[in-house]
T-cell receptor, first 115, second 110 residues
């Protein structure tokens, strides 16, 4: 039982390049989330999903796209990377408790640098 | 935004002392959660307190919630060096989103 796994853990991009971060969870959780964390700051919600085939915007969705084609996977895409997207990205998942998300289980993060 | 705001931003205490961190928010909530983050790692869930609860305990952790003041506090008793980490509150309103505050950095000196 690996929990929440993020790949890659580190990546360096040039401005304008594209890439996809993969999040996989093996806990059969309904809800999945992508956050970004900048130095010395809290987490900001980018996009989230309440179930397979569904996605929704969070606090800072611009410049990112997501897909949840399979329940266990949640992909975060950057179509044209910008230096402002340099950050640590965290994926999290949560099971449904009484119809609402419970506690979040986090991956170890993906550190992205855009030059 | 209903983002939680933690106070203080940083806290330095001696091992064995108690540490108190506070979280204030702006809107009605469904629940409030506290998480811990060790340097360079993912966040780990500590406690969830629902809007109809006033206090919860878990080991050396005690969380209180005052919905009239829109605030919560996290108390860590008898702190240890291993408690050194950043602590975040997170707010869930009526949606499926969980919004985090900016955190309190706790340093426990041996």
């Amino acid at each position: 039982n690996a929990g929440v796994t993020q790949t890659p853990k580190f990546r360096v991009l040039k401005t304008g390049q594209s890439m996809t971060l993969l999040c996989a969870q093996d806990m059969n959780h309904e809800y999945m989330y992508w956050y970004r964390q900048d130095p010395g700051m809290g987490l900001r919600l980018i996009h989230y999903s309440v179930g397979e085939g569904t996605t929704a915007k969070g606090e800072v969705p611009d410049g990112y796209n997501v897909s949840r084609l399979k329940k266990q996977n949640f992909l975060l895409g950057l179509e044209s990377a910008a230096p402002s997207q340099t950050s640590v990205y965290f994926c999290a998942s949560s099971q449904r408790l009484a119809g609402v998300p419970g506690e979040l289980f986090f991956g170890e993060g993906s550190r992205l640098t855009v030059l | 935004s209903q983002q939680g705001e933690e106070d203080p931003q940083a806290l330095s205490i001696q091992e064995g002392e108690n540490a108190t961190m506070n979280c204030s928010y702006k809107t009605s909530i469904n629940n409030l959660q506290w998480y811990r983050q060790n340097s360079g790692r993912g966040l780990v869930h500590l406690i969830l307190i629902r809007s109809n609860e006033r206090e919860k305990h878990s080991g050396r952790l005690r969380v209180t919630l005052d919905t009239s003041k829109k605030s919560s506090s996290l108390l860590i008793t008898a702190s240890r060096a291993a408690d050194t980490a950043s602590y975040f509150c997170a707010i869930r309103d009526s949606s499926y989103k969980l919004i985090f505050g900016s955190g309190t950095r706790l340093l426990v000196r041996p």
